[in-house]
């Protein structure tokens, strides 16, 4: 059977750190003995069920019960599909029937998922401590998340645990030295991969992990646990920094160890003015989609020697045993220094999207080398690798568009128009326009501007296929559930 080490390493950090903090949840502490306890009475409860489907339900409440859940589940061997109680019903049950979930972990006092088998883990009788680690195959899954889909229908994306061990495995590479002592920041829905990250490494080395209540304001919140919690580690996206930079100014973070990012492009003006809030952290921008389990690369941040393409920082190396190729559109290696599309391989690779054998063809393919024939996945992330080694983000494939017949990257007009904006951030859109031609548009993070220098200074650096010819102003840009820049909603202010 599969050697579940990561598992087994949580038991032993829970008893040799029973006394120490495991989550910081509303301001109230608790210990790795009293999470014990709480995985506890919930497995009790699993190990009372029938499970002929082991994919189980989690409504993703802040609170112990739905972390305790988590770890529950894994020890049974069965697996979460985190929902999300923000989201329309509609969606929910739609993720419910292709996941076959039967069973709904709750910790609310909410009864919105009566029809199923629903367990109300805050209102179990305590038990005897069992953390005993179950046998599992390492094709059982760990979780199944479902990403939003192009067709308007989510998507599954299970991980198995085999997937989530070779996760933990490359993780390492990063030389994070986590101790006890170490205060972690989670500030992700569970429904976000980057969650897993937030939580499950701090406690594999027994940290206190610091979740953000739902009904704060996010990123007033984390600039409050930065202030007064002393938190050491943290992942981010981007655009959380967005989100702080007009408070920058009051911002002195000395114990922070660790910043790192991941989820979007990072852009180097703004991480080189986070850097004098962190003044002794290491900066690491990771890159990761949910296919690939969470993070595959890394690259250090370095100030203004930072390996950077349209003010973007590298991505750096692979992490583990990933290995990250460049491939032309007729799937060949192309050599470095040529753009092309990212794809992936290694241990972390899912086992393709759930029931869905369409977009698995879409998006997973097998490529030959070094004569061996290897299961790719494609990112559909733009990228070139330099001469060392290091991949060149260029934005996502489906953020070209044509103008005028000439293929234009948005990022490298983004990259522009937010050096003469300088704090003000900036999106290109492409919009088709009523005669069918693609044209550029440019959402700006403010109220209003004149727009007559900023045209003046692009129509300086850019031909003139790429001189956007709409404008747009937002006060502030719209996120999704992940936290990232909502395109998609952007792309509604020029209809």
């Given at each position: 059977m599969f050697n579940n080490n990561v598992l087994q390493k949580f038991v032993d950090i829970c008893e040799y750190h029973k006394y120490r903090n495991a989550f910081c949840i509303s301001k109230t502490y608790y210990t790795y003995n009293e999470l014990g306890e709480c995985i506890s009475r919930i497995r009790k409860e699993l190990q009372s069920q029938t499970f002929i489907v082991k994919n189980v339900g989690l409504i993703e409440n802040d609170d112990l019960e739905t972390y305790a859940s988590i770890?529950?589940?894994?020890?049974?061997?069965?697996?979460?599909?985190?929902?999300?109680?923000?989201?329309?019903?509609?969606?929910?049950?739609?993720?419910?029937?292709?996941?076959?979930?039967?069973?709904?972990?709750?910790?609310?006092?909410?009864?919105?998922?009566?029809?199923?088998?629903?367990?109300?883990?805050?209102?179990?009788?305590?038990?005897?401590?069992?953390?005993?680690?179950?046998?599992?195959?390492?094709?059982?899954?760990?979780?199944l998340l479902f990403t939003s889909g192009t067709t308007g229908r989510p998507k599954g994306v299970p991980i198995s645990r085999y997937n989530l061990n070779s996760f933990v495995d490359a993780y390492d590479d990063l030389d994070v030295e986590i101790t006890y002592e170490d205060k972690c920041l989670?500030?992700?829905?569970?429904?976000?991969?980057?969650?897993?990250?937030?939580?499950?490494?701090?406690?594999?080395?027994?940290?206190?992990?610091?979740?953000?209540?739902?009904?704060?304001?996010?990123?007033?919140?984390?600039?409050?646990?930065?202030?007064?919690?002393?938190?050491?580690?943290?992942?981010?996206?981007?655009?959380?920094?967005?989100?702080?930079?007009?408070?920058?100014?009051?911002?002195n973070f000395p114990n922070m160890k660790y910043s790192l990012f991941c989820g979007e492009a990072l852009d180097l003006e703004l991480i080189n003015e986070w850097s004098s809030c962190v003044p002794n952290a290491i900066i690491?921008?990771?890159?990761?989609?949910?296919?690939h389990t969470i993070i595959c690369s890394s690259y250090n941040y370095i100030g203004d020697k930072s390996l950077t393409c349209?003010?973007?920082?590298?991505?750096?190396?692979?992490?583990?045993?990933?290995?990250?190729?460049?491939?032309?559109?007729?799937?060949?290696?192309?050599?470095?220094?040529?753009?092309?599309?990212?794809?992936?391989?290694?241990?972390?690779?899912n086992p393709g999207y759930w029931n869905n054998e369409e977009k698995n063809k879409e998006a997973f393919f097998n490529l030959e080398i070094d004569g061996k024939i290897k299961r790719m996945y494609r990112t559909g992330d733009l990228?070139?690798?330099?001469?060392?080694?290091?991949?060149?983000?260029?934005?996502?494939?489906?953020?070209?568009?044509?103008?005028?017949?000439?293929?234009?990257e948005l990022s490298e007009i983004e990259?522009?128009?937010?050096?003469?904006?300088?704090?003000?951030?900036?999106?290109?859109?492409?919009?088709?326009?009523?005669?069918?031609?693609?044209?550029?548009g440019l959402v700006i993070e403010n109220e209003k501007i004149d727009i007559t220098e900023l045209l003046d200074y692009l129509k300086s650096k850019l031909p003139s296929y790429m001189i956007p010819t709409r404008f747009s102003f937002l006060p502030v840009f719209p996120n999704n559930i992940n936290g990232k820049i909502d395109r998609k909603i952007l792309?509604?202010?020029?209809?």
């Open positions: 770890f529950a589940l894994w020890l049974e061997g069965l697996a979460y599909v985190p929902l999300s109680p923000e989201a329309p019903i509609d969606r929910n049950k739609d993720i419910i029937n292709q996941a076959g979930i039967t069973t709904i972990l709750d910790s609310s006092i909410n009864d919105t998922f009566l029809e199923y088998n629903l367990i109300k883990s805050s209102e179990l009788e305590k038990t005897t401590l069992d953390l005993e680690v179950k046998e599992v195959s390492e094709n059982d899954l760990a979780y989670q500030m992700f829905n569970l429904t976000f991969d980057l969650s897993i990250i937030s939580y499950l490494i701090p406690l594999l080395h027994g940290a206190c992990v610091y979740t953000i209540p739902k009904t704060e304001i996010k990123y007033s919140y984390v600039f409050e646990l930065l202030d007064e919690s002393g938190i050491s580690i943290t992942m981010m996206v981007p655009s959380m920094l967005q989100y702080l930079r007009p408070y920058f100014e009051e911002m690491i921008n990771t890159y990761g989609p949910t296919e349209n003010g973007v920082l590298s991505i750096g190396e692979s992490l583990g045993d990933s290995e990250l190729i460049i491939v032309d559109d007729n799937d060949n290696l192309v050599v470095n220094g040529e753009k092309g599309e990212l794809c992936l391989t290694g241990g972390q690779l990228c070139f690798m330099n001469e060392d080694g290091f991949i060149m983000y260029l934005g996502r494939i489906d953020f070209q568009t044509k103008i005028q017949g000439f293929r234009v990259f522009h128009a937010k050096a003469f904006l300088s704090s003000i951030n900036a999106v290109a859109i492409a919009i088709e326009n009523k005669i069918g031609n693609n044209e550029i792309i509604n202010n020029f209809i």
